[in-house]
């Protein structure tokens, strides 16, 4: 950018130098953005379908069972790995560029050093999501990609940690926004998280229960440290500024940021309730688990107090809509994730399908969610063409929030059901299983809706990088298409 | 409502784009319309918030020194060992009335009943039996020999006669006998000073040489031992009972303060 743009006082800014410094920058981000997003659907895309595949399987057991690589032991830790890696943290990061570019209000420098991260995050995930349908997966939850993906992806997010300092360092001057602290965390935790774990689990194993410990620390932490934050930044930004209004209160940002950095990261020993570690150990987890109430009601009330007033938005904006349903649904999971840190609940929860329930409230219909909500915003500016349909958006939207809302409840009720079943000692475990059957049709059929609403999604993707349909200057609103009036919303 | 951006913006933002290459009928209109970057506001965080959180702070405390197992790290049962509880203190040893009928029930009440009466002829009864309590001249060494190496032969109990086959049980563990022991000597209106796991490991060392079960004529020829009730120690696997009402009269030494942290 030049001098008269970039060097200028935060206070002698004009609204129309803004303007020409959000098309450069978002000129800039193009590439990156389109690369992560882009292979991010692909992946949703695969990994719905290996879900699908693994619900099936328990409707029906022998379904496919005569390959090796179609086992439920193999696809289900595929499906698990191809949506946390190829397809959450990819859309994760690609906000994240285009949200850095901005709050740092600098053209993205070294994109070359972002098109090669995608490029050895996309290989990895490739090669990590056939090695476990190979039989080459890890017994360990959330890195059961073999070393030689594993490898790839840690080479790929350093590479983004090491743009993002760089990024953070030649900001403009001025207020970092809280979105940017989120960010700036998140791209330092991560690389961190992961070669932690992965050095001392697959390369240099720990013994015994340690490693029990340290999967759990890595577990809990890939959502807290890493999927929170960066959905968190998300809604800070997008709420506000679709809105056109402060967010509600600094206070509350900076409050909300530092209790979720001190007390998440004990979090993940409350997996451990009940197992053989150290007494302190557990409930050190599960008394920071509760004081996450701290973050969670700070970011909720933050949140609220920004859109209130303004609830009719969500009837017109997409972006709004996707991201205030992510924002609530935030709130609700870690409510959950609270109580079912809770022993007494525990004892019931552990080990069944509730827990699966919570998984996905928690990173499909808060994260996921969000990050549907800011490709609705990202996109059109990045590939300078507004979405080509509303009525593809609407699909969209309501399949997998309906989808998303079946999934969670049918998965808690029949996981309350099954905790209770293998509690009560004249319950045989088998019988335990039956009362899971019909829930587990339910979801399946859960699964089908959200896997519908991402091709649809795909569909609008493809059509607005094609340029599908006229160029207009308007910006696609639900109802749009059907010949309602929106309110002016200028998104 | 919107820019359009097929109408050239101000002269200013077109200076401001070719400054930077671009022109302003290329810059998509999204951008130019967009509201300005989030700001910060400033309202303060509200006191019952904060009232709320102190509280969850209090009660974060209170847990971790009921449930902190001391923080040792060979503490896995988060209310066994309480912080608050004086720095540690272990609960009692387990209740020899508890494990003793559960030992009982799984290796005795086939011959000898779970009311301990027996089989007439065949298998003594347990109920106020001098063999069990003591008598004129069964000590209760002989009860711990028995119970480890068997006892076969006629013998007389109570006055009647049975003639069985008392199979030895020493794969049981010291501390396992010494409470069925206790157990069966306090059970069914028995009544008897408990027998620690020191005193059967005593009498497992002194008859490692026997092979065989004792008939009673050798028992008799044994003197007979009256354990004294005031030894037993309080550590670990005795036979002595920490709390409950089912225990068995209480030794006499001091029991550790068993904390109720779980309540």
Redesign the interface.
């Known amino acids: ?2 001098a ?2 970039t060097q200028a006082h935060p206070s002698t800014v ?7 410094q ?3 920058i ?2 800039s981000t193009r590439l990156p953005v389109i690369l992560f997003y882009g292979s991010a659907i692909f992946w949703l895309l695969t990994g719905s379908l290996l879900a699908l595949l693994a619900s099936f399987k328990l409707n029906e057991p022998s379904l496919l069972n005569q390959w090796g690589w179609l086992t439920f032991g193999r696809v289900r830790p595929a499906h698990l790995n191809a949506v946390v890696y190829g397809w959450a943290s990819a859309a994760g990061i690609g906000t994240a560029l285009w949200l850095m570019a ?2 740092c209000r600098t053209p993205l420098r070294h994109s070359k050093l972002l098109v090669s991260a995608a490029i050895f995050w996309n290989i990895g995930i490739l090669l990590g999501t056939l090695g476990i349908l190979s039989g080459d997966g890890r017994s360990i939850e959330w890195l059961e990609f073999p070393n030689y993906s594993s490898f790839m992806l840690f080479v790929a997010f350093g590479l983004i940690a090491v743009w993002a300092v760089i990024m953070f360092r030649f900001r403009q001057p001025g ?1 970092v ?3 940017q602290w989120y960010l700036l965390a998140a791209f330092l935790w991560f690389p961190w998280l992961y070669s932690t774990a992965n050095l001392l689990l697959n390369f240099e194993p720990i013994q015994g229960g340690a490693q029990g410990a340290v999967n759990w620390w890595y577990g809990h932490n890939a959502l807290g440290l890493w999927f929170t934050p960066i959905g968190l930044a998300t809604a ?2 997008l709420i ?5 209004r ?8 900076i ?1 909300g940021f530092w209790s979720l950095a001190l007390f998440y990261s004990w979090n993940g020993m409350h997996h451990l309730i009940g197992g ?5 150990l ?3 987890s ?2 920071a688990s ?2 996450m ?2 973050p969670v ?2 970011t909720a ?1 933050n949140h609220h ?2 859109v209130r007033g303004n609830f009719e938005a969500l009837k017109w904006s997409p972006t709004l809509r996707f991201t205030v349903f992510g924002a609530m649904c935030y709130t609700l999971a870690s409510l959950q994730g609270i109580s079912m840190a809770i ?1 007494s609940l525990n004892k019931v929860t552990h080990f069944t399908h509730y827990t699966v329930g919570h998984a996905h409230l928690g990173l499909y219909a808060f994260f996921t969610m969000i990050m549907f909500g800011a490709m609705y915003y990202i996109l ?2 990045v590939v ?3 979405w080509p349909s509303a009525r593809l958006i609407r699909w969209h939207f309501w399949l997998v929030a309906i989808g998303i809302g079946m999934m969670v409840v049918v998965l808690t009720l029949g996981g309350i059901l099954q905790g209770l079943a293998l509690l009560d000692p004249g319950i045989t475990f088998m019988a335990s299983l039956d009362y899971t059957k019909p829930w587990l049709f339910l979801r399946s059929v859960s699964g089908v809706l959200l896997t519908a609403g991402h091709i649809v999604f795909a569909v609008s993707f493809t059509l607005l990088l094609l340029k599908a349909g006229s160029k ?4 696609t609103l639900f109802g749009s298409d059907q010949g309602r009036q929106p309110e ?1 919303l ?2 | ?6 109408q050239p ?2 002269d ?2 077109q200076s ?2 070719e ?2 290459g ?1 022109n302003v009928r ?21 006191l019952w ?1 904060v009232s ?2 102190m509280a ?2 209090f ?2 405390g209170a ?2 020194s009921f ?12 209310s ?2 309480s912080w608050a509880g004086g720095g540690g203190a272990v609960k009692g040893p387990p209740d020899p009335m508890v494990v003793g009928k559960r030992l009982f029930t799984a290796n005795c009440v086939a011959c000898h009943q779970p009311t301990g009466q027996g089989v007439a002829g065949q298998f003594p009864t347990l109920v106020d039996s001098e063999w069990v309590l003591g008598g004129d001249w069964h000590g209760d060494n002989h009860l711990v020999k028995i119970l480890l190496h068997g006892l076969q032969g006629p013998i007389q109990v109570k006055g009647d006669t049975y003639n069985g086959a008392m199979p030895p049980w020493k794969q049981l563990k010291d501390d396992q006998i010494a409470m069925i022991l206790t157990y069966i000597r306090n059970e069914w209106g028995n009544s008897a000073p408990p027998i620690t796991a020191e005193q059967v490991a005593k009498i497992r060392e002194e008859t490692a040489a026997q092979t065989e079960p004792y008939t009673q004529n050798k028992l008799k020829a044994i003197p007979a031992v009256k354990f004294e009730s005031a030894a037993p120690p309080a550590a670990e696997g005795g036979a002595a009972p920490a709390e409950g009402e089912t225990a068995p009269p209480a030794p006499t030494e001091a029991q550790p303060e068993a904390t109720p942290a779980a309540a």
Request: aromatic share 14%.
């Open positions: 950018m030049s008269t743009l004009t609204p129309e130098m803004e303007k020409a959000r098309a450069v978002d000129e901005r709050l207020h926004y809280v979105s800070y930004y506000p500024k679709v809105l056109g402060p967010i509600h209160s600094y206070y509350l940002s409050l053989p570690f150290p007494a302190w557990v409930s050190a599960v008394v509760v004081m109430f701290i009601i700070t009330i107090m920004t022993p059109p500016r300078g063409w507004e207009r200057s308007e910006p002016p200028n998104v | 409502m919107i820019d359009d951006p097929h913006g101000s200013e933002l401001h784009l400054g930077e671009l290329d810059v998509h209109g999204a951008i130019l319309r967009e509201k300005d970057d989030p700001r910060d506001g400033y309202e303060p965080i509200p918030l709320v959180f969850l702070v009660w974060a847990y971790f449930y902190s197992g001391g923080f040792q790290s060979d503490v896995f049962d988060p066994q060992v």
